[in-house]
Nanobody, 123 residues
Framework: QVRLVESGGGLVQAGGSLRLSCAAS?????????LGWFRQAPGKEREFVAAISWSNGNYADSVKGRFTISRDNAKNTVYLQMNSLKPEDTAVYYC?????????????????WGQGTQVTVSS
């Protein structure tokens, strides 16, 4: 059974940083798989944050220059380094995976999902 487990969320002040991790088990997500991060704030739809193919990251405009996605295939793990956090970044963050090729920015394009981790940025 495939599981994606996020960690690293928490409460941080505006301008601070957090690093999210997502560890996969039950399947090896090699470079063929696209790994992504989405987020969902209360009352809003789930939105794309970032995704990574074998080496290239793609980002939502709202996080470009502040967030960095990376992956370690040997550890079957994807990371999201979040810097210069803003209160509007507050949401539950989910990792997701899909078979390639091509990065998808819509949630419907991903088959595997984690349970989410809360990120709260105070002003």
């Amino acid at each position: 059974q495939v599981r994606l487990v996020e960690s690293g969320g928490g409460l941080v002040q505006a301008g601070g940083s957090l690093r999210l991790s997502c560890a996969a088990s039950g399947r090896t997500f090699d470079s063929y798989y696209i790994l992504g991060w989405f987020r969902q704030a209360p009352g809003k739809e789930r939105e794309f944050v970032a995704a990574i193919s074998w080496s290239n990251g793609n980002y939502a405009d709202s996080v470009k220059g502040r967030f960095t996605i990376s992956r370690d295939n040997a550890k079957n793990t994807v990371y999201l380094q979040m810097n210069s956090l803003k209160p509007e970044d507050t949401a539950v963050y989910y990792c997701a995976a899909r078979s390639g090729p091509g990065v998808a920015t819509r949630a419907s394009g991903y088959f595997y999902w984690g349970q989410g981790t809360q990120v709260t940025v105070s002003s």
